[in-house]
């Protein structure tokens, strides 16, 4: 990631550098800040390996060993009130460690706190499905396994549930070139009309620029239109809007202005 | 005939219309133009707009129909996803000939904004168009135009049944 650089006087600059917005890291602060998170920070302590914890944006961070998720979510759901997994997903740490981070957002409404729970697996690792303990983590889990390819062991249904059944690679990964691959580029074509379809329809295009000013085979400009292909290099005519055909159409009648009736009183 | 005075010969008063077989098909083709319901994404929203009563597609006889077997045009509204390329293949081989494509709004017409792995880069590289209609929405008197403009399309074509049937490839 791009280094963070200052954004307060941007207004002022008549340029802007940075392509994207870099979000600065918020400040943590310890656990024992917080009564509450204290208490469920050591009712996890007390039976599990804590490898990392903090409190950032009044959220508490426990970051714990892969292969204790389920039983960690089970105590914080049956013991410590966290009730409701309100998002779980995996960021791809591929390119700088090599590892998948899985999260594991939960909120509890009784005590009105949410806790994030985090944990990293290698690329090739596979997680244990908490679906048994929060239903919602069914369709979590395949869009996990979806964009990411992060396999859940245990899942009643593991199977993709965005892309196509038959697609190669998992588009979310860092590695996965926004466009598409070799793959997804031909997808439609393959799977349609065969492989040796792929010659006669052609590839792509992908240049949203891309003009041809005398190509008369995608898009005429409007008020010239001229049949399709035709050579317009010399110059083309002029095709005034038309809404039928000059001479009338068959046995339907032109709205005739000089026949219409201006109504003012909408009451008569 | 003088008891009645009616005049026969007047323009009207004869209920019959002498013209051509062709004009007689294709006056009926181009006026009960049938659309298949196809409302892929926000364009979608459009294409209802100009079939309810504001805009009322009825008046040219372009109803919506929920079914491929009794539509004969297919107004692709909206984002074309690659999962759903194949399927809207099936449904453009489902519909009887003959039949007709309008491409509604950039998305359909080229992937517009959507330039990624999981939009097809416009329907044309899955079934034959044979209008394409600009705009992110589109209006819907833009759709009415390019209703006309499609009438004015089937009224050109030779009504006869040994019709070309078009073919992507
Ligand atoms: S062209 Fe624009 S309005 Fe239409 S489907 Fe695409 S994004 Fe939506």
């Given at each position: 990631?791009?280094?963070?650089?200052?954004?307060d006087?941007?207004?002022?600059?008549?340029?802007?550098?940075?392509?994207?917005?870099?979000?600065?890291?918020?400040?943590?602060?310890?656990v024992?800040d917080?009564?509450?998170f204290?208490?469920?920070?050591?009712?996890?302590?007390?039976?599990?390996?804590?490898?990392?914890?903090?409190?950032?944006?009044?959220?508490?961070?426990?970051?714990?060993?892969?292969?204790?998720?389920?039983?960690?979510?089970?105590?914080?759901?049956?013991?410590?009130?966290?009730?409701?997994?309100?998002?779980?997903?995996?960021?791809?740490?591929?390119?700088?460690?090599?590892?998948?981070?899985?999260?594991?957002?939960?909120?509890?409404?009784?005590?009105?706190?949410?806790?994030?729970?985090?944990?990293?697996?290698?690329?090739?690792?596979?997680?244990?499905?908490?679906?048994?303990?929060?239903?919602?983590?069914d369709?979590?889990e395949?869009?996990?396994?979806?964009m990411?390819?992060?396999?859940?062991?245990?899942?009643?249904?593991?199977?993709?549930?965005l892309?196509?059944?038959?697609?190669?690679?998992?588009?979310?990964?860092?590695?996965?070139?926004?466009?598409?691959?070799?793959?997804?580029?031909?997808?439609?074509?393959?799977?349609?009309?065969?492989?040796?379809?792929?010659?006669?329809?052609?590839?792509?295009?992908?240049?949203?620029?891309?003009?041809?000013?005398?190509?008369?085979?995608r898009?005429?400009?409007?008020?010239?239109?001229v049949?399709?292909?035709?050579?317009?290099?010399?110059?083309?005519?002029?095709?005034?809007?038309?809404?039928?055909?000059?001479?009338?159409?068959?046995?339907?009648?032109?709205?005739?202005?000089?026949?219409?009736?201006?109504?003012?009183?909408?009451?008569? | 005939m003088?008891?009645?005075?009616?005049?026969?010969?007047?323009?009207?008063?004869?209920?019959?219309?002498?013209?051509?077989?062709d004009?007689?098909?294709?006056?009926?083709?181009?006026?009960?133009?049938?659309?298949?319901?196809?409302?892929?994404?926000?364009?979608?929203?459009?294409?209802?707009?100009?079939?309810?009563?504001?805009?009322?597609?009825?008046?040219?006889?372009?109803?919506?129909?929920?079914?491929?077997?009794?539509?004969?045009?297919?107004?692709?509204?909206?984002?074309?996803?690659?999962?759903?390329?194949?399927?809207i293949?099936?449904?453009?081989?489902?519909?009887?000939?003959?039949?007709?494509?309008?491409?509604m709004?950039?998305?359909?017409n080229?992937?517009?904004?959507?330039?990624?792995?999981?939009?097809?880069q416009?329907?044309?590289?899955?079934?034959?168009?044979?209008?394409?209609?600009?705009?992110?929405?589109?209006?819907?008197?833009?759709?009415?135009?390019?209703?006309?403009?499609?009438?004015?399309?089937?009224?050109?074509?030779?009504?006869?049944?040994?019709?070309?049937?078009?073919?992507?490839?």
């Amino acid at each position: 990631m791009r280094a963070y650089t200052p954004k307060d006087n941007v207004q002022k600059k008549s340029y802007y550098t940075d392509r994207f917005w870099v979000a600065p890291q918020v400040a943590k602060s310890a656990v024992s800040d917080d009564a509450v998170f204290a208490a469920d920070l050591d009712a996890i302590k007390a039976k599990f390996d804590v490898l990392d914890a903090y409190i950032q944006v009044d959220q508490m961070v426990v970051v714990i060993h892969a292969n204790d998720n389920y039983a960690v979510l089970e105590l914080l759901k049956n013991e410590r009130e966290y009730t409701q997994l309100s998002e779980m997903s995996a960021i791809d740490w591929l390119a700088t460690e090599g590892k998948f981070e899985i999260f594991y957002q939960m909120l509890s409404m009784a005590k009105r706190k949410r806790v994030r729970i985090k944990c990293k697996i290698d690329e090739k690792e596979a997680i244990q499905s908490v679906e048994k303990l929060f239903r919602c983590a069914d369709w979590s889990e395949r869009e996990m396994y979806d964009m990411f390819g992060v396999v859940v062991n245990n899942h009643p249904f593991m199977k993709r549930i965005l892309m196509p059944d038959d697609w190669e690679g998992f588009p979310l990964r860092k590695t996965y070139p926004l466009q598409g691959d070799e793959f997804a580029a031909w997808y439609e074509v393959d799977k349609i009309f065969g492989k040796e379809a792929r010659e006669i329809i052609g590839p792509e295009n992908r240049d949203p620029a891309r003009i041809d000013r005398y190509d008369t085979k995608r898009f005429a400009r409007l008020g010239h239109e001229v049949p399709f292909g035709t050579d317009i290099s010399q110059g083309e005519p002029d095709t005034p809007l038309v809404y039928q055909e000059q001479k009338g159409v068959f046995m339907v009648d032109k709205f005739d202005t000089q026949k219409s009736v201006v109504i003012s009183d909408r009451h008569r | 005939m003088a008891q009645h005075q009616v005049n026969y010969l007047k323009d009207g008063g004869l209920p019959v219309a002498l013209t051509t077989i062709d004009k007689v098909v294709n006056w009926g083709r181009s006026n009960s133009i049938w659309a298949l319901t196809y409302g892929l994404a926000c364009c979608g929203i459009e294409m209802m707009a100009s079939g309810a009563s504001r805009y009322d597609f009825d008046r040219f006889g372009t109803i919506f129909r929920a079914s491929p077997r009794q539509a004969e045009l297919m107004i692709v509204a909206g984002t074309l996803t690659k999962k759903h390329a194949e399927f809207i293949r099936r449904l453009y081989d489902q519909m009887t000939e003959p039949k007709w494509v309008i491409s509604m709004g950039s998305c359909a017409n080229t992937g517009g904004m959507f330039n990624t792995y999981a939009t097809v880069q416009g329907v044309d590289r899955v079934i034959p168009v044979d209008l394409y209609l600009p705009g992110c929405a589109p209006r819907p008197e833009t759709l009415q135009y390019a209703v006309m403009m499609l009438q004015q399309k089937i009224r050109k074509e030779p009504a006869s049944r040994a019709q070309k049937p078009k073919r992507l490839m």
